[in-house]
């Protein structure tokens, strides 16, 4: 699905602080499984996360997915990539103040061109789904943690992604709600969504749902199991 090859990264490159967060990873990312990163802050896993989502390039290397080089791509063509393949879980969820749920999780879908009344319904079913359909129209900030997640999740699925990225899905979690992201996550992965995400949390990296598991120190692979 996504294949990395010697990628390194750094940043101020030149500059008397340079630092390279990747120091030359190669990777195979299977199509249709989950898979963890997981490493001590500051080994490189959500730089390695932002790269295999296309939100950054690397330095250093070739980036392929389904076995076409992007690396070299114009931004704009990223941009079109990042749209049809990938949803994105971030840890602060990023969600926008002042709108709802439903407006929130239809925002990224409004480039694609499709009817409102067409996201709308997207958008309806997939709270349903999650049973978070009755805070359709609720603000975002009137909603508890977890179920800003699930809004978030709902965001990230409105295009119908093959690919799931999530930097840190659990942080800011407690076990119960955490828990109930797995359940989530469980049923994406049986619907054949590749999913991608880093994590501390052992109740995350040590489930059952996750195929892969993906250990990194100072920028570089130290384990694959």
């Not at 990163?37 to 330095?59: E, F, H, Q, Y």
């Amino acid at each position: 699905m996504l294949e990395l090859t010697q990628i390194r990264k750094a940043f101020n490159q030149g500059k008397h602080n340079e630092y390279w967060a990747l120091a030359g990873i190669d990777l195979l990312i299977p199509e249709k499984q989950v898979t963890a990163l997981r490493g001590p802050s500051g080994s490189g896993k959500t730089t390695l996360l932002t790269i295999l989502g296309c939100l950054a390039r690397p330095t250093e290397g070739r980036v392929r997915l389904k076995g076409e080089d992007i690396s070299g791509l114009p931004e704009r063509f990223l941009t079109e990539i990042r749209r049809q393949t990938f949803g994105f879980i971030f840890q602060q969820f990023n969600l926008i103040r002042g709108l709802t749920a439903i407006e929130n999780i239809i925002l990224p879908a409004y480039p694609t061109g499709q009817p409102r009344q067409q996201l709308l319904e997207k958008a309806e079913a997939l709270l349903a789904d999650i049973e978070l359909g009755h805070r359709r129209d609720a603000k975002v900030e009137w909603l508890s943690g977890g179920e800003q997640q699930r809004v978030a999740i709902c965001r990230a699925l409105i295009n119908d992604p093959e690919v799931l990225i999530a930097d840190e899905p659990t942080a800011n979690l407690d076990s119960k709600l955490a828990g109930e992201f797995l359940a989530i996550l469980e049923r994406m992965a049986a619907a054949g969504r590749t999913i991608i995400l880093t994590s501390h949390d052992p109740m995350v990296v040590e489930s059952a749902v996750v195929d892969y598991v993906v250990t990194l120190r100072d920028g570089r692979i130290v384990e694959d199991q």
